[in-house]
């Protein structure tokens, strides 16, 4: 999309093609042109600000040494955290988050795909097998029986996704929340409408929500009026979406310290004697964020 007019409820694509619309559902990401024509045309508030961490995704093929399903967390040195993904219909995708203190355009400031593929090969093997090896080389040195300190895995990569990984630049992690979902005919789904740290895959749940409850508004509505629709969906899924948005700030205090992380004992230790963590409930899904 190149441009916008909201009047004429016309859009004009990267490539010239003028489109008229009734309705125009902006689900067009966390830099959503839409969001910001609401924003400069309409005085839709935004808040919005940039976390410190830098992340990127690398397309992993089929791995003999890696379940199908696997939701592995990957460990290293110079990434603040990451995990595997499982891809449909096969193999993975390798979610990572690094500071920009380790690396501008990657971790660890990696420019080859063999130094990649190194960090990438180290941080997915099992903590105690990196245990072991380090026990490993504090006696036996360098050498010895490789069958002494365990298995580990080969990771396999494509080559070409790896050399794009490399050129591609970092994104940030986003927090953003606006006051309303809509505006004329234009309703905002998923990041477009409501952006947040990335936390146990909650922002894609709230963006598969947005798009539900924008159906049934749809669906549902009495009236012929397509405001009234709109108008109801901002009202049924700003409550929802602004509650996980804030929610998911907690990735800020897991991810610091040890001192941080003594702090939050007082505010977690309560929860947990009642069985009430915020992961466990996470996995309830008839458990309101309000």
Not at 63 to 88: A, I, Y
């Amino acid at each position: 999309c190149a441009d916008i007019d909201l009047n004429a409820r016309k859009l004009t694509t990267t490539a010239g093609a003028i489109i008229e619309y009734d309705l125009l559902i902006g689900s067009d990401g966390i830099n959503s042109m839409v969001r910001q024509t609401l924003v400069a045309e309409r005085g839709v508030q935004e808040e919005h600000y940039l976390g410190p961490s830098r992340w990127k995704a690398l397309r992993l093929p089929p791995q003999s040494d890696v379940e199908s399903g696997s939701f592995m967390p990957l460990r290293h040195k110079l990434l603040r955290g990451g995990r595997v993904l499982p891809r449909h219909p096969e193999g993975h995708i390798l979610l990572m988050f690094w500071d920009k203190e380790s690396g501008v355009d990657n971790p660890g400031n990696v420019s080859t795909a063999e130094e990649l593929k190194s960090l990438l090969t180290d941080a997915m093997q099992d903590e105690a097998q990196k245990k072991r090896d380090r026990i490993h080389r504090l006696f036996l040195g360098g050498g010895g029986d490789k069958e002494a300190v365990g298995k580990k895995r080969n990771i396999v990569f494509d080559d070409e996704a790896v050399d794009l990984f490399l050129q591609a630049r970092p994104s940030r992690s986003h927090y953003m929340k606006i006051d309303r979902f809509h505006e004329d005919s234009v309703a905002l789904v998923g990041d477009s409408a409501a952006g947040m740290f990335s936390l146990l895959g909650q922002g894609c749940a709230c963006g598969l929500k947005s798009a539900e409850i924008l159906a049934e508004c749809l669906l549902g509505s009495s009236s012929a009026d397509l405001n009234e629709a709109l108008q109801s969906y901002s009202e049924l899924a700003i409550p929802g979406a602004h509650a996980i948005t804030e929610m998911n700030l907690v990735s800020v205090l897991l991810r610091g310290g040890p001192f941080v992380k003594a702090l939050m004992i007082p505010l977690t230790l309560p929860q947990k004697l009642r069985g009430k963590l915020l992961f466990k409930r996470l996995n309830e899904p008839d458990v309101p964020y309000v």
